[in-house]
Every structure is written in C-alpha cells, then in structure tokens.
C-alpha cells in the first residue's frame, strides 16, 4: 500500500519538464483548463465533483525528503534543481465548477494559474482526481434517473478499482441522490448512512436457513433485510416472512427481503404479493445483482415491484464508460494565450468563464464559453475557489453539491436525460473568445516557420 | 483522502453478520474460495495478480480506536461485541495461486481458511484487491500479446480510477513484461524503471517548437525523446532530427520521437525513414494516444513501424473489461462442506486444489479441480502462503512474477491468446469432487425441507 506523498504520484514528465524549466529560469504564470475534448457516447452529460479532493490534493502539495533522495539516487538531475523542489508548494489560484454542476464537453471543470512549474507538477493528479470522481457521478446519475423515485444505494466497494474508487464511488454516488453505501469507511469519512443486509455465506453457515434469519434479526431487530435466493427464493420468502411474524410479536419490524439473483421482475412481484398479504406492506423489496441504470430501467418497465436498489460494480467501476476523456491544456504562458493545434484534438485558449442561460421552462437553452474577463447573458458557472494556494472558503462539502444536483438536473433536455443515444450539448464560443483563437491559432503556426 | 485503518473498508454486513456469529458464540473454522464464475466475454484467460498487497492486507488487519467509537455511536451494537471487534487480528490459513500465473473461471484464486468472523471481515478487501490487480493485470497481458515483443510502457496514472488503481496499473503492467511506467510513486515503491517524454505544454509554453526541444535535450542529453505533433508533425519530426544533430554534435544521442495524434500508421512511417536518412536508425519510434491491445494489432497489421508503445487510459482502466466477476463464497463450515444453489451462481464446495496438465507442446492440455487433499495428474497450482495469519515465506514480488507470467503465457492454447472471441479454457472436476457436489446438494436442500 503506497504511503508516500500525493506530490509524487505524478507522471514522471512533470518532473523532468520542471527541470529544464528551472534550468532556463522559465517559471511565468501559466493558465491550465481542465476539459473533456467529447463526452463518452453513453453519456448525455457530466456531473462535475471531486473538487473537494482536489483542493485537499493542491493545499497539501510537497515533497517528503526521501522522495528527493529517490530522484536524486536516478542520476538525472541537478542539486539545485532537487533543492528547489523540495520546496514547492501550491502558490496558485483555481476557478472552478461546484461539485454537482451538470456540464458537457469543452466546459472547464476547473483551471488553474500558477507558476507554471506548479501548474505543471499537479497535472496527473489534478485530471486523475476529478476524472475519478466525475465519472463515477455521472455514472451513478443515471442510476438515480433510471430508478424513478425509487431509493438507491451504493454496494459497489468489493469490485471497484481500488479502495480510492470505493471512497469516490460512494461519495459520489450520495452527491447525486443515493440513500446510503454498504462502504463504511466511506461513511465514518464523509458522515454517510451504511448500509446492508446479509451474505449467502451467512445462510449457509447455519444450514439451515430459518436458523440463520433468526439469530440475524435477534441481533439487528429493528435492522433486518433478510436475503432469501441462497436455496430457493420463495421457500426463503416464507421463512422471512415467518421471522417478520416474530419480530412483530415482540414488538419490531422486518425492514425488508432482498433479491439477488433469478427471475427479478417475476420474485420482486411475488414477493411484495406474499410481504402485503401477511400484512407486511411496509417490509422493503430490495434488488441487487449486476444493476445499472439500463438493467434498472429494464425491470421497471417489465413490470418489477421494487423499494430498494442495491447497485454495485457497474456502477461503481461506470462499467460501459470507464474514464472521462480529460485533459488539462496550457492555455496562457507570461501573458500570451496558448493552444494545441494536434489533430482532433484543439484547445480554447485563455483563461475562459462559462455562461449558462435557461429557457422559460427553466431548461438549459444553451451554454457560452467566453474569456474569463468578458461580461455575457446568463448566469457565470466557474468560480473562484482558491488563491494564493489556499481555499476561499471551507469545501461546502457533498450535502451542498448533492442539493446543486438535485436541481441542476432539472435543467436537462430530455435528449440529455435518456439512457440511450443521449444528445449532449455543446456550449457556443463568444466572438471575442472564436478571434482570439483563430489569432493565435496563425500566431503559433508562423511562429513555426521562423 | 482516506487515513483510516484498511479494516473499517469493508462492507457494512461484514460487521452486522459479525456481530450475530458474535451473539450466537458462532465462530469455528470456515473456508471461503475467490474466484471468477466467468470470464468477461473479452478475455481468453485471466493472469493472477495482487496477492502481495492482499497478504499484506490480511497481516495488518486491525481496527483502530476510534472507529470502534465510530462503530459505537452507530447505536446497533453491542459493546462486548465492540470490544471483541477491536482485539480481531487475521489468524488464518491462505492457499493460492502464485502472481504471474494464467487461470480461468472457476479456478480459485485464492482461498482463505480461518475462523468464520476473521474469514467473513477479509471479504470485501480481498476480493477488491484480487480484482483490482487481476483485470489489469490480464488486460496489459493483452497489450503485451497484441505488441509482438516490441517494447510496452505505462502511461494510464492521469485516467485510472484514483491512484490506488494507478499503482496497481504500473505494478500489473510491469508483471506482464511493460518496460517502465510514468507513474514516479509506483517507480519508487517497486523498483520499476520511470519512463517519459514531454507534454505538450511544454512546447507550447515557449511558443517556438525547436526551442523547447533545444531546452529539454540540454537538460537531459541522454534521455529525451521529443513529441513532435503539438503543431504540425512532420515539421516537428524534422526540428527534432536538427536537435538529434546537435544532440550528436556534443556526444550524445536522441533516445526517440514521440507521435500522440494523427495517421500514426503513417506519420510512424514517414518518421521512421526521416530518421533513418538522418542516421538516427537507433533514435525510437514512440506512439502514444488511446491505445489498447485492439489499436496496437490494428496499427501494426496496418504497416506502423513503431518500436515503443505507450499505453495508457484504456490499459489503466481495463475499459473494455473494467472488472472480474470474483465471488468470494463459503464452501465449508465447521467441517461441512457448503454451496449456494441460487439460479446461475452455484459455487464448488470445499477447500479444493487445482492441477494442471500440459501436452507434448507444452500448452495447457486441461486444468482439472479436485478437493484439496485429493492426489491427480498434473501440477498442483495452489500452495500455501499464509499460515496463523503470517507469510510462510517473503513476497517473491513482481520480479518472480513477470518470470512465471512469460512462462505460462507459452502455455496457453491459441484459442486463449485470439484478441477478439477468445475461447478460455474451463477446468474439468474430479470425480470425488463432482459426488461430494451432488451430496452437498442434496443435503442443502434437505435441511431446508425441515
């Protein structure tokens, strides 16, 4: 398990680019955007998030001394620059989108402006950080918007990639709407509601299954959801149902049976028949077993009959779009705006504010990407976040972002919203912005030809 | 970032079921098995992987203080149980498979052998890090395969899932026989060698492409490699070819070029001659950008000449595969065997080895799964590595590892090697095994009938 610093969970270039900048004395303020150049094509739109993590990520920046004697023990590089290294901190400033913005391709989650030795140094974090986060949000959106109303809840920790991706999964699922995680590091963290009911394995420890029910819910009485698909779902279900009996006689109540495996559209029907007939109507049937929001969608409109989703590994490792095509370009040096010309994959330059203006519906009519500077119709969507290296103000943290979310989303067409064949937009460029561009795209290219 | 111990990353149930296994004074020795119920439909074989940082998992498990207190002011515990939770150490018995080797679905990975509440609290982790390591692992095999003995390097750190999957990207990638990776922090904690070039803000930040160049070779007159397309690639490659010459004039040598956008298939042509009528027949030909198994055998099928691939994103985060579908079951309990018959995910019961046989060619003839202490043909594949919770023998590490993955990767039938539609192999089940099966199966259901 890694224990050294953030700093040098970086892309080694960061580092011997920051030394032929320090050997040049080349050191101006430097402004990077941090975008995505399209979104995956199942994805109608994005929720920004990790911001949080990221300002942890840039406050807390420095090397350990050991780390400077590891790069040092590989020979390449000067003493001053190793001693001018283990002296970096985060001077810079950050505008950026809250957490649980909606927002699409080209849009800067975030920038930054420093020293270009620091801005280039955080790099690999900075895009890995948000690119975590902002996936596993988007991802889990569509699971809150595939469930209709229905209560959600994160089981996704065994089969993410890695214990960080649990932490973001969990955190960001909340962020978008989900009602608890089975992740209890995640909750002790971030002050979350665990979750959960029972393994298989626990059924099968007793043998026999009723025994197992019981010695469950004498234990957790007020806190029992019975799993009943490890021999045979029905029989499973009528022994739940005979423990719910029990708990009633001494006074608590079964809060519901989970499915895991089967016929889900067909157990989830007989199971809230056989939960209403024995008076139980208000026990839970809760789902799990390989749900995302397309297998969601699919056994509501089958005709499931089910209180609770328990979504774990597709949503959790966002099985059908994995990573966010993130990049965090150079878009100003020592006052002059920058950009890549590389084929497909160009970048607006300078420092850029984003405008966005609702219609009479309060639906997004469109987003306008400007200069920073410019005043435009709409409401301004980046903000200042940090200067100096220091936060504005403390994070507002995930409650705040999921109460912008569960507004934002509201403001989505339709052709955002939908699971399949989603139509995301494109934000419009300001004239201002389109000429700077274009002056700059002729500058660099006769720059070229001296 | 998460600072607490790796005990309280568990799923929620893990504690509950504990805490009623607790209350019923119900702890003897189970064995759990983790392995895949299938392969993803894109993988022909799975190369085991993670078993260093699972053993290191299960010898530091341990909670601390104050999650205990967490655990407390959840109020659905009792303190006896609380205060046995704090004193739980890992004392257990560990049979596995060795990192590097090749497996297949139903073989078992690992299989951990311990009192049912230790057993039951690994879970989550273990199958995290298994599968963490394990998919990426056996996705950068791919890319391996798909490069025919050209040289591999890892760029995914920017777009893994948090850097937990980052090292794990740098470590498996390595294991399969990459050569480097940019990944600084995972160079310094394995032992791999850091590779990388230079970003394109980089040139853009001095605006004059050849200038950089100069700037970067002085800095690093042994170890440049020069990215050429941030504007116009061949007008790159030939500044790159002068500061070669320049390079060559001091008594040094460029190391290569890099190509990150446009007709590589082309551009890597074009480079290839430009520098080889420059007499730079050594300087690499390097091709990054969105690269994956499918793109590198449909470059080279297509007539790319490039000598080192740099492999990022769709490695890192395995994006075609993003996960193993790793279960981890109880397959006995206090000396009974145990299995779960819901529909579809049936499991083998008992603690069980695993032997492998090979034909006159050395490839894989069959895998067969036998109980632990039956004696069959072939090689025995699972061994012992932990015993009363501690290593029986220092981690062999991913040295060890990357020898037996280019090993048995020989082994492996065509079928299991083919890109697209592979056919994985699945292990055949000794007789004794097979009734031992039917027994349980019945028995299971007859207690249930009670």
């Not at 990077?32 to 929720?47: I, K, N, Q, W, Y």
């Not at 620091?118 to 918007?145: D, F, G």
């Not at 197992?212 to 698909?229: G, N």
């Not at 049976?257 to 139980?280: K, N, P, T």
Request: aromatic share 8%.
């Amino acid at each position: 398990m890694y224990s050294g610093s953030l700093a040098m969970v970086t892309d080694f270039y960061e580092i011997t680019m920051a030394a032929a900048y320090h050997a040049k004395a080349m050191n101006d303020v430097a402004t990077f955007s941090l975008f995505a150049h399209d979104l995956p094509p199942e994805r109608g739109f994005m929720v920004a998030a990790g911001l949080e993590d990221a300002l942890d990520y840039l406050e807390g920046f420095a090397f350990q001394p050991r780390e400077i004697q590891y790069l040092a023990s590989l020979g390449r590089f000067r003493p001053d620059f190793l001693e001018f290294l283990a002296g970096v901190r985060f001077s810079g400033e950050v505008w950026a989108l809250p957490e649980g913005a909606v927002c699409f391709a080209e849009e800067p989650l975030l920038e930054i402006t420093a020293p270009i030795i620091e801005a280039q140094l955080v790099e690999t974090m900075i895009i890995n950080i948000i690119n975590l986060h902002s996936t596993l949000a988007s991802k889990a959106a569509r699971c809150v918007l595939a469930a209709q109303g229905r209560t959600l809840v994160d089981f996704s920790l065994r089969r993410t990639q890695g214990l960080q991706a649990g932490m973001a999964a969990a955190r960001s699922s909340t962020l978008v709407g989900f009602a608890g995680t089975s992740n209890l590091a995640a909750c002790q963290l971030y002050g979350i509601n665990p979750v959960g009911t029972m393994a298989h394995s626990f059924v099968e420890s007793f043998g026999d299954e009723i025994a197992a029910f019981r010695a469950f819910a004498k234990s957790f009485p007020d806190h029992t959801v019975i799993l009943v698909d490890t021999y045979d779902s029905v029989a499973g279900l009528e022994r739940a149902i005979a423990v719910a009996g029990e708990l009633r006689a001494s006074g608590h109540r079964l809060v519901g049976i989970r499915l895991d495996s089967g016929d889900l559209v067909g157990l989830s029907r007989q199971a809230r028949d056989m939960l209403d007939q024995a008076g139980l109507e208000q026990a839970m049937v809760v789902v799990s077993g390989s749900l995302d929001e397309y297998r969601i969608a699919d056994l509501l409109e089958r005709g499931a009959r089910v209180d609770l989703f328990a979504v774990g590994t597709r949503m959790g490792s966002s099985a059908d779009a994995p990573y966010l095509d993130l990049a965090y370009k150079l878009v100003s040096y020592a006052g002059r705006p920058t950009i890549k010309l590389s084929a497909g994959k160009e970048s607006w330059a300078e420092a850029k504010q984003l405008w966005r203006s609702l219609d009479a519906n309060q639906r997004i009519q469109g987003d306008l990407l400007s200069l920073r500077q410019e005043q435009q119709a709409g409401t301004p969507l980046l903000a200042p976040v940090m200067r100096h290296g220091r936060r504005l103000e403390p994070e507002p943290g995930w409650k705040a972002a999921r109460q912008r979310f569960a507004q934002e989303v509201l403001t989505l067409p339709a052709s955002c919203l939908r699971l399949t064949d989603p139509l995301p937009l494109r934000p419009s460029v300001s004239p201002t912005l389109a000429s700077l561009q274009e002056r700059t795209r002729l500058e660099a290219l006769n720059r070229q030809k001296i």
